[in-house]
């Protein structure tokens, strides 16, 4: 029997689960669990790279661990960066096979330094965030991973970390590492309901992201002050009756149907091509649907966090067994670049 394929993704304990990083990516965490070997971290060492709180991030990993169990990944998947140090030095190890040029290229850097600079006025950029598209290709080669399921605003990342794995395999010789592929999700980009031209995220600040782990009633009123355009029949339609969707309305629409609400889809985008669709309907099918989704996930969360002594215990356990395997890839790695190998 053919060995199982392996998959490897992460997130960053920098704030709330929002429903971009559920849809986008996390949703397939839970899918691939059933058929692939698969491995998600919570990577800490990322969230240092923008101004962060000390303090603040441990609890801040602990609090996204809780989250990823509640929405149904597994503990034993689940492993904290930070306890598997083999990341930051095959990231080391990495710098010397990456390119400063192909870096600059990195339109996360550029949206992230902008954004640092908006959000906190301050001017200081860190080296960490200029590299962190390396310490990603460390996380993802470290586990020799098939494929990576994230969201579309990471594949110029994956690409990356593809051409570090070649260059590395050239230069020592040995096809060592696989070439990892991306798995996109059919909503792989989630857009901010306040502006729908830029990307649910948390670093733009608290209106342009939807927390997973929301009250209800907030989620509703989020949706419901969602921007969309003057009205369906403002917008023209083409030769088969499909009228255009501005990006507002196209992402109302897309998470109607992330959240598998098909049949309200149907209907609503028949009465959209009809030109009689009213958006307060829409807003509010698409915020009923993320607030249903969103009570079991509260609910078991709260389940979770009784229990926490125990579910920290699991994590722990889990990232040293993860970590076994990271060991492996550096004593190899080691050996192939010629540096010191120390017993393992
Ligand atoms: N808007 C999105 N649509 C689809 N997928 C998304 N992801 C993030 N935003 C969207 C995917 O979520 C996974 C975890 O990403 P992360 O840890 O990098 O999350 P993030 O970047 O911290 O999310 P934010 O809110 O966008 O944070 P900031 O603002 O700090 O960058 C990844 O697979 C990502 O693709």
Same mark, same amino acid.
């Given at each position: 029997?053919?060995?199982? @394929?392996?998959?490897?993704?992460?997130?960053q304990?920098?704030? %709330?689960?929002?429903?971009?990083?559920y849809?986008?990516?996390?949703?397939?965490?839970v899918?691939?669990?059933?058929?692939?070997?698969?491995?998600?971290?919570?990577?800490?060492? %990322?969230?240092?790279?923008?101004?962060?709180?000390?303090?603040?991030?441990?609890?801040a990993?602990?609090?996204?661990?809780?989250?990823l169990?509640?929405?149904?990944?597994?503990?034993?998947?689940l492993?904290?960066?930070?306890?598997?140090?083999?990341?930051?030095?095959?990231?080391?190890?990495?710098?010397?096979?990456?390119?400063?040029g192909?870096?600059?290229?990195m339109?996360?850097? @550029?949206?992230?330094?902008?954004?640092?600079?908006?959000?906190?006025?301050?001017?200081?950029?860190?080296?960490?965030? /200029?590299?962190?598209?390396?310490?990603?290709?460390?996380?993802?080669?470290?586990?020799?991973?098939? /494929?990576?399921?994230?969201g @579309?605003?990471?594949?110029?990342?994956?690409?990356?970390?593809?051409?570090? $794995?070649?260059?590395?395999?050239?230069?020592?010789?040995?096809?060592y /590492?696989?070439?990892?592929?991306?798995? %996109?999700?059919?909503?792989?980009?989630?857009?901010?309901?306040?502006?729908?031209?830029?990307?649910?995220s948390?670093?733009?600040?608290?209106?342009?992201?939807?927390?997973?782990?929301?009250?209800?009633?907030?989620?509703?009123?989020q949706?419901?002050?969602?921007?969309?355009?003057?009205?369906?029949?403002?917008?023209?339609?083409?030769?088969n009756?499909?009228?255009?969707?501005? $990006?507002?309305?196209?992402n109302?629409?897309?998470l109607? @149907?992330?959240?598998?609400?098909?049949?309200?889809?149907?209907?609503?985008?028949?009465?959209?091509?009809?030109?009689?669709l009213?958006y307060?309907?829409?807003?509010?099918?698409?915020?009923?649907?993320?607030?249903?989704?969103?009570?079991?996930?509260?609910?078991?969360? $709260?389940?979770?966090?009784?229990?926490?002594?125990?579910?920290?215990?699991q994590?722990?356990?889990s990232?040293?067994?993860?970590r076994?395997?990271?060991?492996?890839?550096?004593k190899?790695?080691?050996?192939?670049?010629?540096?010191?190998?120390?017993?393992?």
């Amino acid at each position: 029997m053919s060995e199982q @394929k392996r998959v490897l993704s992460c997130i960053q304990p920098t704030g %709330h689960m929002h429903f971009g990083n559920y849809f986008g990516a996390v949703k397939n965490w839970v899918d691939l669990q059933e058929k692939y070997n698969c491995v998600y971290g919570v990577v800490d060492y %990322h969230a240092m790279t923008t101004l962060y709180k000390p303090d603040k991030l441990r609890q801040a990993t602990w609090e996204i661990i809780f989250s990823l169990l509640a929405v149904g990944v597994k503990a034993e998947n689940l492993f904290i960066q930070s306890l598997i140090p083999e990341h930051v030095e095959l990231c080391w190890i990495f710098n010397c096979f990456s390119s400063y040029g192909q870096l600059q290229r990195m339109t996360q850097f @550029k949206d992230k330094s902008n954004q640092a600079k908006e959000t906190t006025k301050d001017t200081f950029i860190s080296t960490g965030l /200029f590299d962190y598209p390396v310490l990603q290709a460390a996380d993802i080669l470290l586990y020799h991973a098939d /494929f990576v399921p994230v969201g @579309k605003d990471q594949d110029q990342h994956l690409e990356l970390c593809r051409s570090i $794995a070649n260059r590395f395999n050239t230069q020592v010789g040995k096809e060592y /590492f696989v070439l990892p592929e991306t798995l %996109h999700t059919e909503t792989p980009k989630i857009m901010s309901t306040a502006d729908p031209t830029r990307k649910m995220s948390k670093s733009a600040g608290d209106k342009h992201y939807i927390n997973v782990f929301e009250e209800q009633k907030r989620i509703l009123k989020q949706v419901r002050s969602a921007v969309t355009d003057a009205g369906a029949s403002t917008m023209s339609v083409d030769a088969n009756g499909i009228r255009e969707k501005s $990006a507002g309305v196209e992402n109302l629409f897309e998470l109607l @149907k992330a959240c598998g609400k098909l049949n309200a889809h149907k209907d609503l985008e028949t009465k959209y091509n009809e030109g009689n669709l009213s958006y307060g309907d829409l807003k509010g099918t698409v915020g009923e649907a993320l607030a249903e989704l969103s009570a079991g996930f509260v609910a078991r969360k $709260a389940e979770l966090m009784a229990d926490k002594k125990n579910v920290k215990y699991q994590i722990q356990q889990s990232s040293a067994e993860i970590r076994v395997r990271a060991k492996q890839t550096l004593k190899d790695v080691r050996q192939l670049t010629g540096l010191g190998n120390l017993k393992y």
